[in-house]
């Protein structure tokens, strides 16, 4: 079965550490995206990325990094420049030009201790 | 702008209807979008609307949109606590970002 999966599903992060959160999707979709999501508020977009090598910042984009070096993967690195990285992190993918909405990924729940 | 906007919270009893509302802001807008998310989990797509549509069903499920208004809402008819989850309406635009646009999401708790 097509999906999109992201791993860990627990994460836990010491202060100063960096850590990268996994998203691969086996849907053959071009666009690929970050959301960050708090308690009470909606999704906040961290960085998408509509095609191989290339990739865009959303709007909290700092003191995170991605990468997209294939079109299967779309990692997440929360760098330790992000000073309140206590988050569930969500991962989602779309086929370009569609209107199909996005399929997401089950989530990553990361914590600083 | 691309603001969407949702009341946090909503209480009905099992067997009631439950409407969700959701007010957008860019006109331009083409599709918009109902998810659901269950806890600790991601979002499902319950359904979407074009925006030349007025009204879209599926099973349990109605859509309403109100384009002059810039309105949408989203009904199930006969709730269950299965339903209780949090409801994100999102807006997209035919962009070459395809990025969605996502309201603050509502909560809806069912009482048995």
């Known amino acids: 079965d097509g999906g999109i999966t992201q791993s860990p599903k627990y994460l836990f992060r010491k202060e100063g550490q960096n850590v990268t959160l996994s998203c691969e999707q086996n849907?053959?979709?071009?666009?690929m995206y970050w959301y960050r999501q708090d308690p009470g508020q909606g999704l906040r977009l961290i960085y998408y990325?509509?095609?191989?090598?290339?990739?865009q910042k959303g709007d909290i984009a700092e003191g995170y990094s991605v990468s997209r070096e294939k079109k299967e993967s779309f990692p997440l690195t929360v760098t330790s420049a992000q000073k309140n990285p206590t988050a569930f992190y969500l991962c989602?993918?779309?086929?370009?030009?569609?209107?199909?909405?996005?399929?997401f990924g089950s989530g990553t729940r990361l914590t600083v201790v | 702008g691309e603001d969407v906007e949702q009341s946090l919270f909503l209480s009905v009893r099992e067997g009631d209807s439950s409407v969700i509302n959701c007010t957008y802001t860019?006109?331009?807008?083409?599709?918009l979008y109902w998810y659901k998310q269950e806890p600790g989990a991601g979002l499902q797509l319950l359904t979407y609307?074009?925006?030349?549509?007025d009204m879209k069903q599926d099973q349990r499920l109605t859509v309403l949109l109100n384009k002059k208004d810039k309105h949408l809402s989203l009904r199930i008819a006969d709730t269950q606590t299965g339903d209780s989850a949090i409801y994100f309406c999102?807006?997209?635009?035919?962009?070459?970002?395809?990025?969605?646009?996502f309201g603050t999401g509502t909560r809806l708790t069912v009482i048995p």
């Open positions: 989602a993918s779309t086929p370009t030009g569609g209107t199909y909405g996005y399929t």
């Open positions: 609307i074009f925006s030349n549509m």
């Open positions: 860019d006109s331009s807008s083409t599709y």
């Open positions: 849907l053959n979709h071009d666009a």
């Open positions: 990325s509509q095609i191989v090598n290339d990739f």
């Open positions: 999102a807006e997209s635009k035919v962009t070459g970002a395809n990025n969605l646009f």
